[in-house]
């Protein structure tokens, strides 16, 4: 069964508001990177994770190609994706309370491998999403849908957690890959938000009111984003209309 996590969205977080990991003391924290760093065990799950990556960006890459011949449009604008470095994988470890080894991380952490795919339009966020859930090699994990249910600071995606096969010499391994899908304006405005968090010396009083336009910024995007679709819809009806009047006058 597919598990879908909603938000409660009435409270106003701080500007700096982030997960809550905590911070893992200078000396250990730079031991931990160097022991992951240098580890042959850390470096081929690494390559395993970025394999994985690479195998879901194919997947979305193959649909974006298909729409573009099938319906003469690229539902995609474009495919980003990194591996969570080091010090992140250590914290997450440390706020679990695990091990700091390669089978902790593989069996309890679901975001090591990240592939953000940004699109135009908000229905092609559930279109693309919708095709890779039906790809009968990759299993859904996980959704979390920001964009009916937008985080409290205004934050808006979809997030998808899936597990995909990839076949490496020793044999085949399910390897789990966190996607996001968001529209350019998503993007726009969750960059500029993660940006303005990491601002140092900001007065409490103006954090909260930075807070607050973020979020008043993040409804007028989200706005902007429906307006849009129902333009490109009003476009397409017209299209299509045309499109069946030739088609009577040539008969």
Not at 145 to 169: A, C, L, Q, T
């Amino acid at each position: 069964m597919i598990s879908v996590e909603t938000q409660d969205n009435t409270q106003l977080p701080s500007l700096r508001e982030k997960e809550d990991i905590p911070a893992i003391k200078g000396d250990i924290m730079e031991e931990l990177k160097i022991l992951m760093q240098h580890s042959q065990a850390f470096q081929e799950m690494q390559m395993m994770y970025a394999c994985a990556i690479r195998e879901v960006r194919t997947k979305a890459e193959v649909l974006n190609d298909e729409m573009s011949v099938r319906y003469h449009r690229n539902p995609i604008s474009s495919i980003s994706s990194r591996v969570k470095k080091p010090e992140s994988i250590a914290q997450k470890l440390y706020k679990k309370g695990l091990p700091f080894t390669v089978e902790a991380i593989m069996a309890n952490l679901s975001d090591v491998a990240g592939v953000r795919i940004i699109c135009e339009f908000i229905d092609d966020i559930y279109t693309i999403a919708a095709m890779l859930a039906m790809q009968d090699d990759l299993k859904l994990i996980k959704i979390k849908d920001y964009i009916k249910y937008p985080k409290p600071n205004g934050y808006r995606s979809y997030h998808m957690i899936v597990e995909i096969p990839v076949f490496f010499s020793k044999g085949k391994t399910p390897m789990r890959v966190e996607i996001q899908i968001r529209t350019i304006a998503m993007d726009f405005w969750a960059s500029l938000d993660h940006e303005l968090k990491y601002k140092k010396n900001i007065d409490p009083q103006d954090e909260e009111m930075i807070a607050a336009e973020l979020l008043s910024c993040a409804d007028r995007i989200a706005e902007t984003d429906t307006i849009m679709q129902q333009i490109r819809m009003k476009l397409d009806a017209v299209e299509e209309n045309k499109v069946k009047s030739e088609i009577v006058i040539q008969e």
